[in-house]
Structure formats: structure tokens, C-alpha cells
């Protein structure tokens, strides 16, 4: 029998200017699973120090996040009847999609 982690969602909305040192250690030894998104794309700069930050302060991060920059996109949906929102494993737990970003956490949280 599989057991699928629960993921705790966490949205995240922040602008990194000097670097995501401010991040807090988790308040249990057990840290949280977040799934990290942003409208900059993935791999840009922010999402990239911010899941670093997070990881360094004990949490699970998975990202999934849009392949291109979707500046202005965050709350756009693809809803075409039949469309198919594709996206690419990066890395373990890592997705890049190719959509908006509410499509790349529609993608992390239902595959």
C-alpha cells in the first residue's frame, strides 16, 4: 500500500533583495513539507534562495513552478476544455510547468 506524504501548503510571497537568511528553524523537530511556487519562472533567483532557505532550516520542498517568467499570471488558470498542462521533472521534487502558476500548483499538488 502507498502512502502519499501529506503536504502542508504554504504560499510564499516575497521579493529576495539581500538573500532568505530571515527564514525561522521550524518550531518542532519535525519540519513541514511546502510546496514552493512563484510567477518568475523556475529556477529563477527568488524561488531558487528561497527553497536553499527553507531546506537549510530543516523543511521538505517541493517546487513546481512555470518554465517561463508568468509576471502578472499568479491567479490565471488554463480552463480550455480538454487542454493538457504539461510540465518536466527537474529533479527529485522539482517540476517545471508549462503554464501558469496556479496550473504549476494544480500540477504539484495533483501530479
Known amino acids: 500500500m502507498s502512502v502519499t506524504p501529506r503536504i502542508n501548503l504554504l504560499l510564499l510571497s516575497f521579493f ?8 525561522a528553524a521550524p518550531a518542532s523537530a519535525n519540519g513541514l513539507n511546502i510546496l514552493l511556487t512563484n510567477d518568475d519562472g523556475y529556477g529563477s533567483y527568488g524561488i531558487t534562495a528561497m527553497q536553499g532557505a527553507l531546506e537549510a532550516a530543516g523543511h521538505t520542498v517541493y517546487v513546481s513552478a512555470p518554465a517561463s517568467e508568468q509576471s502578472g499570471k499568479s491567479g490565471s488558470a488554463t480552463t480550455d476544455f480538454g487542454a493538457i498542462v504539461g510540465f518536466s521533472q527537474e529533479g527529485p521534487g522539482e ?3 508549462e503554464g501558469t502558476p496556479a496550473d504549476s500548483v494544480s500540477a504539484g499538488l495533483f501530479g
Open 16 to 23: 529576495v533583495a539581500a538573500g532568505a537568511s530571515a527564514v
Open 95 to 97: 517540476w517545471s510547468v
